[in-house]
C-alpha cells in the first residue's frame, strides 16, 4: 500500500529536549515535504527537499533542521523545541512533476 | 493579504443541498490549483485537481476564474460523509511551493 509514515503520532515534550519525527514514504517520491497545521493559519511549509541531499527552507524553517540521506526518509528535528512549536505537523511526498500530495497521518506534538 | 484565502464557515447544510465555496489567491501567476478534504484530526486528501476548462467528479464540481483569481468548489446533493474541512491549494505550478488555504469547514445535517 502507498503510504507516507510517521512517527511519533502523538508526543509530550518538555522545553529544550531534542526530539526528531520520522517520515518516510514507499513510493519512491523524488520531492518530500514537511507542513505545520495551526488553527486560523493552515498549512505551513517548514522545509521541502527536491531529491536527496538537497532540502530548502519553506516559510516557518526556524527551530527546525531536517535531512535527506536516503530518498524514502525525510525526518524532521527539533533541537530545542519551544512551546510555539506546539502543532500538528504533516510530512508529504509529492507524486510526479505537479502532481498529487500524499500526506502522512500527521505527528501532534506539544512542548511545555 | 494573505496569499490564499479562504472563508472559514463553518457552513452547515441539510443533506441533500448544493453548497459552494471560494477561494481566492494573491499571485496572479499562480498555475496549479487543487481542493483537498481534510477530516477531523486527519490528514489531508487530494480531493481533484482544478483545471482551466473546469472540471467534474460525480457530486463535485471545480471551476477556475483566473480573471477575478479565485476558484470554486461545488458540492450537489450534500451528503452527511460530505462533512469535512475543504482547503484549496495553489501554486506556480511544477515543484514550486504549493500554499494552503486555512480552510473551509462543511457539516452537514440530517
Known amino acids: 500500500e502507498a503510504q507516507v509514515t510517521q512517527n511519533p503520532r502523538y508526543l509530550i515534550t518538555v522545553t529544550g529536549k531534542k526530539l526528531t519525527v520520522t517520515c518516510s514514504q514507499n513510493?519512491?517520491?523524488?520531492?518530500m515535504s514537511w507542513y505545520r497545521q495551526d488553527p486560523g493559519l493552515g498549512l505551513r511549509q517548514i522545509y521541502y527537499s527536491m531529491n536527496v541531499e538537497v532540502t530548502d527552507k519553506g516559510d516557518v524553517p526556524e527551530g527546525y533542521k531536517v535531512s535527506r540521506k536516503e530518498k524514502r526518509n525525510f525526518p524532521l528535528i527539533l533541537e530545542s523545541p519551544s512551546p510555539n512549536q506546539t502543532s500538528l505537523y504533516f510530512c508529504?511526498?509529492?507524486?510526479?512533476?505537479?502532481?498529487?500530495?500524499?500526506f502522512g497521518e500527521g505527528s501532534r506534538l506539544t512542548v511545555l | 493579504r494573505k496569499e490564499v484565502e479562504q472563508d472559514p464557515g463553518p457552513f452547515n447544510v441539510p443533506e441533500g443541498a448544493t453548497v459552494a465555496f471560494n477561494c481566492t489567491y494573491s499571485n496572479s501567476a499562480s498555475q496549479s490549483f487543487f481542493w483537498y478534504r481534510q477530516d477531523c484530526r486527519k490528514e489531508p486528501k487530494l480531493l481533484m485537481s482544478?483545471?482551466?476548462s473546469g472540471n467534474e467528479d460525480g457530486r463535485f464540481t471545480a471551476q477556475l476564474n483566473r480573471a477575478s483569481q479565485y476558484i470554486s468548489l461545488l458540492i450537489r446533493d450534500s451528503k452527511l460523509s460530505d462533512s469535512a474541512t475543504y482547503l484549496c491549494?495553489?501554486?506556480?505550478?511544477?515543484?514550486?511551493?504549493?500554499?494552503f488555504g486555512a480552510g473551509t469547514r462543511l457539516a452537514v445535517h440530517p
Open positions: 513510493m519512491n517520491h523524488e520531492y
Open positions: 482544478v483545471y482551466s
Open positions: 508529504a511526498s509529492l507524486e510526479g512533476f505537479n502532481g498529487e500530495l500524499f
Open positions: 491549494a495553489v501554486s506556480l505550478g511544477g515543484y514550486n511551493k504549493l500554499i
